[in-house]
């Protein structure tokens, strides 16, 4: 019953901010900003860039406002428009390169119990080359498929592919790393 009513009162938040109540629309930025400031922040490692880039993308979601179709979930939908933002901002930073390279290995790694904090995490894929980071974002976090995550990028499966198995590569590299400097043998 509760379902119910919490999805009727997003419908009808969304119907007003569409009409441009603008209590509307600063709840549904102040429900949904933390969370996608996170997003953006996985893309973009300058925490005030990944901010403007967030308020940008929330002009384009109370823009398009009105074309969302209540087909899928509401935050799902605020998400994509997220991540889209981060990749055009990336672009025109012209930051990504990303290397032509079919040869890919599909490796198994292990899920060891984790001894890391997310700044530890977050610090290593911030290490990444920006290609590498972000196919891994979008393939390990946001769950695209190589073929979506080759047609958003403008690159081929292929190299999707590749850029996830050198990412994963470098990222095991530097767990290892930093386990071995936390237990003290290097």
Known sequence: ?????????????????VANNRHAQQKIYAGHAPKMLSVCRQYIKDLHQAED???????????NL???EHKGSFEGWIRRIMINECISYIRVQKKVKYIEDETYFEE???????????????????SLPDGYRMVFNLYAIEGFKHQEIAKMLGINEGTSKSQLSHARKMLQEQINKLKNFQNGTE
């Open 1 to 17: 019953m509760k379902v119910i009513a919490l999805h009727q009162e997003e419908k009808d938040i969304i119907a007003q901010a």
């Open 66 to 68: 009105k074309n969302f």
């Open 53 to 63: 880039v967030m308020i940008t993308a929330f002009m384009k979601v109370f823009a």
């Open 108 to 126: 198994t790694y292990n899920n060891t119990d984790s001894q890391f904090n997310v700044e530890d995490i977050q610090f290593l894929i911030d």
